[in-house]
């Protein structure tokens, strides 16, 4: 787990400053990668590289930049968690120096070029300067686990791990107002976009090249929905669960010591019981946070009956108003943008509490995109139901549940009451996409505080269709349709934060359910078993449920990782909110209805997402845009050693 970047110039001629620019990039990366740095140049200093490390495998060898002996050199970020068994099928090919994976990967790509993807299970962002063939080859993992960022002015090819290590040669940070119409509907920017004009972000299983001039992006991997109807319930469970404990298996492989993340929800207790069993170290320990403000905030009881069940050693966090105050500006400088909901914050303390303990975490992040986990989705079918049982057309083959069969999972909506009303007030049973693209926009109660006549054209919905009615599903399949759109748009954005809050800190996290075979494989699960009755996350719940208390898989309560914003905002934390929008830049900018915000500041409800959105957006304005003279005299000043 690293930081990398990288500067070519595309015509071949001379970078200046070279040497300068790139430990100016590794200065802004340095917490990525607290346990060293390197730089690596051609002779003609018309390329260069440059790494910031974090120790995981290979502590003594596995230094970066690393050049073959064929004058291949790479950085890499990540892990390449079947780097033991690559090295087996490569021995005789390649004389290996170093236990590193990120030999393991040069040697893959001396063997396979490009093809050398198609062999790694991992999360990875890497960059090869192939020095024979002229050519740069970049790639970004299946899932976007590991960032990759790049900027392109003149001749010149800007990349790195962080958007922020590209700031210092932009001449004019901007707002890329598309890219914030994204924001304001999703909380997420898609389409490889950032909040950053001309700054842009390689894709999941994406693979970028270089070369004579011309820069080439291409997919290398997709998952397909190809639903597999000739096998029974059973069996899906069976190899559900054989192969999510492989992949925890394969997660757990460490040169240091591996602990976890804890919520006391389903995906983390999994990986926490899982990891404890394959960890080489003793002593294994989980990681929580929690709002004693009160026990809406407070699941620190579910995550102390996994700990007790798997003799775990847990580590609460117990998070504050004050922390917040402190700590929420340094937080959305590590995000370099804004990005999902308020639960980065407390995932951000908490990171910070597991990296004095350990240097590796596992974390559940994306059980609810693979196996259908939120309650919006319910929601959906919710709709549908009722839609098909005044039509009489519940029995035509389109529906994978029933009415009746959904009432009884009714309970998890318990908490979403505002979301309903919002939902059914217009567009009621109207086309799928729709229906799905009004339960996920957030920009519909934004009228007042955003000035959408600064915004321009372009529209949020049809870049969402665009994603929502990919050719890898089934067009009727609602349930598929909607969770592949979140593991191609929402799944990143959580895995955005996942990376920031932990290498913030110096800490590597990993994710075992997102291993690309898993996934492949429960992508051919029958609609109807994954959500059998309305029932969330019904095959994973069934496939996994020995490795869990009862009272953590019966549970219908779960809120993901809520924060008591809205409730600080009205106990003195208002204050703050207000002293950040009273200021004179907040009430300059074009987009922004200051004196709105702060007149509906006390109107959100406890869950609502409006003041967490506005608040990020005009702090990260304050980080970026109000301080460009910091990045650019990064380059001026002595201040990179």
């Known amino acids: 787990m690293c930081g990398i970047a990288g500067i070519i110039n595309k015509k071949n001629d001379s970078v200046s400053n070279l040497d300068r620019s790139l430990e100016t990039m590794n200065f802004l990366q340095k917490h990525r990668g607290p346990d060293g740095n390197g730089v690596w140049t051609n002779s003609k200093k018309s390329i260069g ?11 003594e060898g596995g230094n970066q930049p690393k050049t073959d002996k064929s004058g291949n050199s790479i950085v890499f970020n990540g892990e390449i968690y079947n780097y033991i068994e690559l090295k087996k099928e490569l021995d005789g090919f390649y004389n290996f120096e170093t236990t590193s994976d990120t030999e393991v990967l040069l040697a893959s ?11 790694l299970e991992g999360m990875f962002a890497f960059a090869i300067w192939n020095n024979k063939q002229n050519k740069l080859f970049c790639a970004r993992d299946h899932f976007g686990i590991k960032p990759f960022y790049f900027y392109e002015t003149g001749n010149l090819f800007f990349f790195a791990s962080e958007a922020k290590a590209l700031l210092p040669f932009v001449e004019n940070i901007e707002l890329n107002n598309e890219a ?19 700054i842009f972000e390689l894709p999941p299983a994406h693979a970028l090249t270089i070369k004579n001039g011309v820069r080439t992006v291409s997919r290398f991997w997709q998952v397909y929905y ?17 192969m999510i404990e492989n992949s925890t298996k394969l997660h757990t492989r460490s040169d240091v010591e591996v602990g976890s993340y804890l919520s006391g929800g389903i995906d983390s207790s999994i990986i926490s019981a899982l990891g404890n069993r394959y960890s080489d ?11 004693s403000i009160s026990e809406t905030y407070d699941e620190s009881k579910y995550a102390r009956s996994v700990a007790n069940m798997h003799d775990l050693k847990l580590k609460e966090v117990d998070i504050t108003k004050t922390d917040f105050i402190n700590n929420i500006e340094q937080l959305i400088y590590h995000l370099d943008y804004p990005v999902a909901g308020p639960g980065s914050f407390p995932q951000f303390q908490v990171s910070q509490e597991a990296s004095k303990h350990v240097k590796v975490v596992l974390g559940g992040q994306g059980g609810d995109e693979i196996f259908g986990g939120y309650v919006r989705y319910l929601i959906a079918y919710f709709e549908q139901c009722i839609k098909g049982g005044i039509e009489g057309t519940l029995d035509n083959g389109n529906f994978i549940v029933t009415y009746q069969s959904i009432i009884p999972n009714l309970q998890s909506m318990e908490n979403y009451k505002p979301l309903l009303k919002e939902f059914w007030k217009d567009g009621l049973f109207d086309e799928p996409d729709k229906r799905y693209f009004r339960l996920i926009n957030r920009s519909l109660t934004l009228d007042k505080e955003i000035n959408r006549n600064e915004l321009g054209k372009y529209s949020a919905y049809e870049t969402f269709r665009k994603y929502y009615y990919e050719n890898n599903t089934q067009r009727d399949s609602y349930f598929d349709n909607m969770t592949n759109f979140d593991m191609k748009t929402l799944l990143p954005g959580l895995l955005h ?14 994710v075992p359910f997102l291993n690309h075979k898993l996934v492949e494989f ?6 109807n078993i994954k959500f059998k009755n309305g029932t969330l996350k019904k095959v994973l719940i069934n496939a996994m449920k020995h490795e869990l208390p009862k009272d953590v898989y ?24 207000h002293d950040i929008f009273n200021s004179q830049k907040s009430k300059d900018r074009a987009i922004f209805n200051s004196d709105e915000i702060l007149n509906g500041l006390h109107t959100e409800g406890k869950f609502g997402r409006k003041i967490w959105g506005l608040l990020s957006l005009e702090l990260w304005h304050k980080q970026f845009i109000d301080n460009q003279s910091y990045f650019s005299n990064l380059l001026k000043e002595n201040r990179v050693a």
Not at 233 to 239: A, H, R, V
Not at 281 to 291: H, N
Not at 497 to 510: C, F, I, P, Q, T
């Open 109 to 119: 790509y001396l063997k396979w070029g490009e093809k050398c993807v198609d062999h």
């Open 554 to 577: 019966k549970r219908k309560n779960k809120m993901g990782f809520p924060v008591p914003l809205n409730e600080w905002v009205n106990n003195g934390l208002g204050s703050y909110v």
């Open 180 to 198: 914030l119409q994204d924001y304001l509907t999703f909380q997420l920017v898609l389409d490889g976009k950032t909040l950053f004009k001309n």
């Open 49 to 59: 590289i440059a790494h910031t490390r974090l120790s995981i495998i290979d502590i």
């Open 281 to 291: 170290f003793d002593d294994f320990k989980s990681f929580l946070g929690k709002f």
């Open 522 to 527: 429960v992508a051919t699960i029958p609609a």
């Open 226 to 242: 190809n639903v597999d109807n000739d096998h029974t319930e059973s069996y899906f469970l069976k190899k559900t669960k054989k």
């Open 497 to 510: 934060v996942e990376d920031r809050v932990s290498m913030a800190h110096g800490l590597e996290s990993r």
